[in-house]
């Protein structure tokens, strides 16, 4: 039966994924006999992006990376590095202007001229690229041919259900390594296509060309190599093959592809009478049974193919058989010591190490079975020995055999990289004992140091600089000092690392950050102490000209960030603000043009740094008008956790590498394509969807690039489409074609109802503006918005009846106790005489004449419904309605307990705002009044946001100080100290940049504290094209009492507004935007 169906994923701005930009998971599990090794270490912090603001490695590095990583392709890689090189070099070429004129070099030109040069050794490459491919086709299809040839053997020549068949095992092997070697053959094309594709658009870039396009489909597109379809049914074969072996194994008469009538008639052989005789041979020796195993040995002694037998079933047993056992076979004289597999290319020697049995390994030793043969991974056995932590085997093997002690496996891998990753330090001082190798012989090697400070294994590593260990570079540009820094969670190695002449401040040759910067980025507490103790300075700029404090900042480390503050507040402060240095990062706005290029540029540039080429800048700025919202169908968002694995299998050997495919039977929406595991940029998924009740979703998971399904499960409607289902967590589990169990999945989810009333009509109403200056949908640097002037904050909850109330507090305060605001009713509020009548002001004559600090004194802690404040505050006052809305862990922590669902909430909220705004329209065609939402929960921001597009939404940030006291607001913090912790972490401005750009929110509030400490995030945060508040209130987003002297100062500040932001909300109580479009 078929599993696929068809659907699309509705993402507001995410692209779809395409197979160039796909990366292949190499985070595998080993299996036994092996696969590809673990990837040592690229970084996931790395400089971001603008927009999508997620870590990235330069091609370069990255091409680097993945000949490492694929040691045997490596000579086969389009050489990317030499082809830039090259346009270098011919844009300097000098060209002849004139016939008898003189040489000028003009690169563009230069560049035109030689385009013959530059296209003949990328024709060159490519030939080179395609001959590798076409020889590992060819190779592959062997491969697969030998191993459906022996899948077919076995089934007709031993019985079903029959998983300790002498072959059966290594069959099973075989297939799984077929799937890892052909998966490293698609990253090979996956990279190679994708290094075209670049070194390309370098050119048209460099030349002012437009050759890309028409060379990809003429001259690329159509070369075998990058023809799927292959690859495609190569893997799909393997998977179909692989399962059904599995099957037939376990006595299941389930055939996953149609067979020709000689193979259907094969498959229906149960079993024969010599598959019956292996079986019970192998029985016998697995329970030690060694009169049995003796007496079938002296019954079949005498067969033509006895020792044939009885060396495969030897080979297999070895696994499970006791030494016994063992001894028997080879005591019969019918074993071929020197014998291996014909599928692993293991002898005995190979199956000794990794099982453990030393009676075969000294047989083997002593019959001089050859200790240097490699398996099918490139393996010897001291590989194996080293990999299980067999000391006294590593000992025996390296007494026999010392030439093997450096010998690399298929990934490049020596018998001390493996005890360094699996952590066998008796083997590694072992190893170091017999002088085997520390320092690599060439770039293509792995780096004994550098894997041992990436483990964090400090013992590893002290033996190794005992040795004098070099400090060098990986592959990436990183130093031990730098991975130490990014992995680690204490810092002794650091200081081992500087005993041993490590320099705390060396500059890294991927983005020129110093050990503090990983550090800082990746929150590594301790390590960060320890290199500000040490003299790092906290003061160093990466290539892009920012600090370490940015990238903790970005990346929401609190704790980083009060380190690197406090050693660097105290010098030069004011300087730092308007330094030179800084200023070239974030220059004032009235010196930018509108499409100047700064620092985080890299939203639409390439790795090399060139950005793409664009229009000129217009002359008036880009205005949209309010945002994409819901009329009738429902949004549903899937988050996968980053913090867990979101997807888990029983068994992880056998997916090394995969996909999950989401998609809908009930929708016509494309399936959404993941690569596992699940990357930062691709764990949010949306939908839009007509008909809640029949919404439902398949999960997926196929081979990395093939189309068989291998695991499946199915989120159900009622999952959805409970009331109180606005948001929250589920856990599915995962069947195998077969429908047995073999992992879970979880997510997050949400889910946004339309507005369930009237909304405003958008034709006479009109909705809010935002100018960009550029012409992307996702991005552009903001200039100015429909926002302007005064904004008076109301902060707006929810009764237990669901009656929109102004309260700056989760808690009211009755007779000295504190209870929880959304569990009382209006009407036992009003009762108890919490509720304030706004009816009349004392000494005022009419409500018309209340200045807007008046109504915020008036308003400051007093209980009203938002239905009368909107009718008495007169409709020149502009509000700012911020939403108290508990996030989970505040409705756990802090006792709220908030019974309302988000949809409710919102829907209750928008009723009176578009009531109040339908009752102005009555009162005077023109009279109407801005208002614009905000709140803390991303949530409630997002709710509010789709359920309608006249009014804009401003979410904020938390980074500093999340709700510390549930009773009353808490005083505003200075800058220039040191931050103070809070029961939970905040969320990091980098994550709530994501969600203001993938929902549409008109832009963010942050922390003035934070942004006066990192000025480079005001840039980074208009250039993803969102309006900027900067907050200098309370911590917690509520309003501080300010006595009269105070009000004065505070109205004399506002001509201090940050420079660059788009508003700033003070202390009053007042949210103020800037007056002119321009900012």
């Not at 979101?646 to 050997?653: G, Y």
């Not at 309260?807 to 605001?821: E, G």
Request: hydrophobic share 40%; charged share 20%.
């Amino acid at each position: 039966m078929s599993w696929r169906n068809g659907l699309t994923v509705f993402r507001p701005v995410q692209a779809e994924t395409t197979d160039a930009e796909c990366k292949l998971g190499r985070d595998q599990q080993w299996l036994l006999g092996g696969t590809a090794q673990p990837r040592v270490g690229m970084s996931s912090k790395a400089l971001l992006h603008a927009v999508d603001v997620h870590s990235t490695l330069k091609f370069g590095k990255q091409i680097q990376r993945q000949q490492l990583d694929l040691p045997e392709y490596a000579a086969s890689f389009l050489n990317y590095k030499a082809l830039k090189k090259l346009i270098k070099q011919l844009s300097a070429t000098p060209t002849i202007t004139a016939q008898g004129g003189s040489t000028t070099v003009d690169a563009q030109a230069a560049l035109r001229a030689n385009k013959e040069v530059f296209f003949f050794r990328l024709e060159r490459e490519i030939e080179k690229v395609n001959v590798f491919y076409l020889q590992k086709e060819a190779e592959f299809s062997l491969r697969l041919k030998t191993l459906l040839d022996k899948k077919r053997v076995i089934q007709a020549r031993i019985a079903a259900n029959s998983r300790l068949s002498a072959s059966f095992a290594t069959l099973v092997e075989g297939f799984q390594q077929f799937d890892n070697d052909l998966n490293k053959l698609q990253q090979f094309v996956e990279v190679n296509e994708t290094a075209i594709s670049k070194i390309l658009k370098k050119w048209d870039k460099t030349s002012k060309s437009r050759t890309k396009e028409i060379y990809l489909q003429r001259a690329v597109e159509i070369q075998p190599c990058f023809n799927r379809d292959v690859l495609r049914d190569l893997a799909d074969r393997a998977t179909t093959a692989r399962l059904d072996l599995e099957a037939w194994a376990e006595g299941e008469n389930i055939q996953y592809e149609v067979s020709r009538p000689t193979d259907r008639t094969i498959g229906q052989r149960v079993g024969t009478e010599e598959s019956d005789i292996d079986l019970q041979i192998l029985q016998a020796s697995a329970a030690g049974n060694v009169g049995a195993l003796r007496e079938w040995i002296a019954r079949l002694s005498t067969s033509p193919d006895a020792g044939e037998r009885f060396t495969r079933i030897f080979l297999a047993t070895i696994s499970e058989a006791p030494d016994d056992s063992l001894n028997v076979f080879l005591n019969s004289g019918l074993v071929d010591i020197h014998a291996e597999d014909d599928i692993n290319e293991r002898n005995c020697l190979h199956e000794a190490t990794i099982y453990g049995k030393d009676s075969v390994l000294e047989y083997g030793l002593a019959h001089g079975v050859d200790l240097t043969r490699l398996d099918v991974y490139g393996r010897v056995p001291l590989h194996y020995a080293c990999l299980r932590g067999r000391i006294a085997m590593v000992q025996k093997l390296l007494d026999n055999g010392p030439d093997t002690i450096d010998m690399k496996d298929h990934d490049n891998f020596t018998p001390l990289i493996h005890s360094i990753v699996r952590h066998r330090i008796d083997c590694v001082r072992l190893l170091l004992a017999h002088n085997a190798r520390i320092d690599p012989q060439s770039d293509a090697d792995h780096i004994p140091l550098n894997l041992a400070c990436q483990h964090e294994s400090m013992e590893v590593a002290t033996l190794l600089l005992e040795r004098n260990a070099k400090l060098l570079p990986d592959a990436e540009g990183l130093f031990p000092q730098h991975l130490v820094a990014r992995s680690s969670q204490k810092a002794d190695l650091l200081l081992l690392l500087r005993q041993h002449g490590a320099d705390l401040n060396q500059r890294d040759k991927l983005y020129q950050w110093t050990p503090l910067f990983h550090a800082a980025s990746e929150g590594r507490v301790d390590c960060l102490r320890v290199l500000l103790e040490n003299g790092a300075n906290p003061e160093a700029l990466d290539e892009k000209g920012l600090t370490a404090m940015y990238y903790a900042t970005w990346e929401g480390h609190l704790q980083c960030m009060d380190l690197l503050w406090e050693r660097s507040s105290h010098h030069h402060h004011a300087e730092r603000r308007s330094s030179t240095r800084l200023g070239a990062v974030v220059p004032p706005h009235s010196q930018m043009h509108a499409m100047e290029i700064t620092p985080e540029e890299t939203a639409g540039a390439e790795g090399d740094g060139i950005p793409d080429l664009s229009l000129p800048p217009p002359i008036i700025p880009l205005r949209r008008y309010g945002h994409n919202f819901l009329d009738t169908k429902t949004f549903i968002a899937i988050h996968f956790d980053r913090g867990a694995k979101a997807i888990q299998f029983f068994n992880e050997a056998r997916y090394p590498a995969a996909r999950l495919t989401i998609s809908s039977k009930s929708s016509d929406l494309i399936p959404r394509n993941l690569m596992l595991p699940i990357e930062e940029e691709s764990r949010s998924v949306y939908f839009q969807v007509d008909n809640l009740s029949t919404f439902a979703i398949d999960f997926e998971i196929f081979p990395t690039f093939g189309s068989k399904v291998i695991a499946k499960s199915v989120a159900l409607p009622d999952l959805f489409r409970a009331i109180e289902s606005s948001a929250g967590s589920c856990c599915l589990p995962l069947f195998d074609p077969r429908l047995r169990p073999v992992g879970q999945i979880q997510f997050n989810f949400q889910v946004i109802k339309p507005y369930k009333g009237t909304p405003l009509e958008i034709t006479q109403f009109a909705t809010y503006w935002k100018a960009t200056s550029a012409l992307d949908d996702h991005s552009g640097l903001v200039t100015g918005s429909s926002l302007s002037g005064d904004y008076l904050r109301l902060i707006v909850q929810l009764t237990r009846d669901g009656v929109p109330v102004i309260y700056p507090s989760y808690f009211v305060t009755y007779n000295n106790l504190d209870v929880s605001l959304c569990q009382l009713r209006y009407d036992v509020l009003t009762k108890l005489g919490l509720t304030s009548s706004l009816l009349h002001i004392d000494g005022t004559p009419t409500l018309e004449s209340v200045d807007i600090m008046e109504w915020r004194d008036r308003l400051f802690m007093s209980i009203a419904t938002l239905h009368d404040v909107l009718a008495a505050v007169p409709a020149h006052i502009n509000l700012n309605l911020h939403v108290l809305y508990p996030t989970a862990y505040e409705d756990i922590h802090l006792g709220i307990y908030s019974t309302i669902d988000i949809n409710t909430f919102a829907d209750a909220i928008l009723t009176e705002v578009f009531d109040h705004a339908r009752a102005l329209r009555a009162q005077a065609p023109d009279l109407t009044r801005s208002i614009v939402f905000s709140s803390l929960n991303a949530n409630i921001c997002t709710a509010l946001n789709w359920k309608q597009p006249n009014f804009p939404v401003l979410l904020c940030n938390d980074l500093v100080g999340l709700h510390t006291s549930p009773t009353a607001p808490t005083q505003h913090a200075n800058p220039i100290h040191s931050l103070q912790m809070s029961p939970a972490k905040g969320t990091s401005i980098k994550e709530s940049a994501r969600l203001a750009q993938v929902n549409n929110f008109m832009g963010l509030t942050c922390s003035s504290r934070i942004l006066q400490m990192v000025p480079a995030l005001i840039e980074t945060i208009k250039q993803a094209g969102l309006v900027l508040v900067s907050d200098a209130s309370g911590e917690d987003g509520t309003i501080q009492p300010l006595h009269p002297q105070m009000q004065v100062s505070a109205a004399a500040g506002w001509t201090m507004m940050p420079d660059g932001v788009n508003g700033i909300m003070k202390g009053n109580g007042i949210l103020r935007f800037n007056e002119t479009i321009d900012t």
